[in-house]
């Protein structure tokens, strides 16, 4: 069972370059993509923005290559944190399928890993890291079931992000021996994507093992949705949702009717 | 009997615009790649790309790569090809990315699983396909699809033959 997903698709106001990159994903195979909100809130008071509905893009979604279903297309949060008050779990967070954070410092790049309520921790890709991965907080977020997630779309863009992209990816690979990593796009143009295969071979490059890099773009990827759903959920147990109550009264309604007639008649 | 194992890489050139793909030749390629294997792995990798990496076909209408190389380094060389964004002919530039569909031991192999792509390719076109003609065209083209007939022409008029389809 391997579906193969990205997770961040930088979203833009330009709708119809988001639905080529989407187009994109589908053709290279991705079965699920998630557009990626980023929000910095040390910049001027940024509001949280309300996701797109994603019915709004498309009408029909663009079919999976060899697959015969279509594309999912999923909202993603990524907060950039460099204070501990920006991360502020509100319910505006709720409207996404998939909260992120990027910290900016080592303090919170701990308090991520121990105790915010996130599924994905961004490295940076386009500076040094300017603080080392210490093994404390990388296990437990391990054990809690937090991802680390890397960009190469940087890496594509310009030789001197590559070389930080290489060095951050492999510093953290040393860390975590290669769990629970992911590697997504971070594509603002679908030039910039690659084949989900190119990606698991391009885990070379991050030191990762042949199954670890093909696992950070399938199975890992769902372990994350499955993590974010049990924010929405109570743990994943239990789900509740409301029931559409208009449409079943007509049907009640009308076989009694219909009983009403026959018995007149 | 000891001979070299090689690995075959089939690859897809995506480009935003299909007209561009007719300025593509062997050539470009090698060299683009020879130039992505540098940047991204130094002299170390220029050496190993030049023993046994080599274009092997390329189909200038469907945009189809067979690139071979050692099978004991065609990882390195796979690493490099994901960074190539541009592809540049006679002073024209194409923005472009290769896309990996299959690594195979054999050319024959790759030759099967390229008419199984092709074909899924076909099956994908009929949803959008508008008028009746277009629908009947692309039918008889998916049943035409097999290893038989590709055998029987040169590789390189099936991938004509194909595109033929396409522009339907």
């Not at chain 1, 490295?123 to 404390?136: S, Y």
């Not at chain 2, 793909?21 to 940047?39: F, G, H, M, P, S």
């Amino acid at each position: 069972m391997s579906v193969f997903m990205d997770l961040n698709i930088i979203s833009g106001n330009d709708k119809n370059k988001l639905r080529s990159i989407v187009e994109t994903a589908a053709h290279l195979g991705y079965s699920t993509v998630a557009i990626n909100y980023v929000v910095e809130p040390q910049q001027k008071k940024q509001e949280i923005p309300k996701p797109q509905s994603v019915s709004d893009i498309f009408d029909k979604f663009p079919v999976v290559q060899g697959k015969s279903s279509p594309i999912k297309v999923l909202n993603r949060l990524t907060i950039i944190a460099s204070d501990a008050s920006h991360f502020r779990p509100t319910n505006e967070y709720k409207s996404f399928d998939l909260v992120a954070v990027y910290p900016k410092t080592e303090k919170l790049f701990h308090a991520a890993c121990m105790t915010f309520d996130v599924d994905i921790i961004c490295i940076a890709v386009a500076e040094k890291q300017p603080f080392h991965f210490k093994r404390a907080p990388v296990n437990g977020a391990i054990e809690r079931g937090v991802f680390f997630e890397t960009c190469y779309a940087a890496a594509i863009r310009d030789t001197t992000t590559r070389r930080y992209t290489i060095a951050n990816a492999i510093s953290l690979m040393e860390v975590c021996k290669g769990k629970n990593i992911i590697v997504s796009s971070g594509a603002e143009r679908p030039l910039e994507l690659r084949g989900p295969y190119d990606i698991a071979n391009l885990g070379l490059l991050f030191s990762l093992s042949e199954g670890d890099a093909k696992a950070a773009v399938s199975s890992n990827c769902r372990s994350v949705l499955l993590h974010g759903e049990t924010r929405a959920t109570a743990s994943g147990v239990i789900y509740t949702m409301k029931k559409p109550k208009t449409p079943q009264k007509q049907e009640e309604e009308s076989p009694l009717s219909k009983k009403a007639k026959t018995e007149l008649t | 009997m000891v001979r070299f194992k090689s690995r075959y890489l089939l690859c897809e050139v995506c480009v935003p615009d299909r007209s561009s793909l007719q300025l593509l030749e062997d050539r470009t390629i090698y060299n683009t790649l020879r130039a992505a294997v540098n940047r991204a792995h130094g002299d170390y990798g220029s050496a190993l790309f030049n023993i046994g990496v080599i274009v092997k076909y390329l189909n200038a209408h469907t945009g189809v790569v067979l690139i071979r190389s050692r099978k004991k380094h065609y990882r390195l060389i796979w690493s490099a090809l994901s960074f190539i964004t541009c592809l540049e002919n006679r002073g024209q530039k194409v923005q472009c990315f290769l896309n990996c569909l299959h690594v195979g031991g054999t050319i024959r192999t790759c030759q099967k699983f390229l008419v199984k792509y092709n074909r899924q390719q076909l099956h994908r076109m009929l949803p959008d396909c508008k008028t009746d003609a277009e629908k009947q065209e692309v039918r008889r083209a998916i049943l035409s699809c097999s290893l038989s007939n590709v055998r029987e022409e040169e590789a390189g008029e099936d991938g004509s033959d194909d595109d033929g389809d396409k522009e339907t």
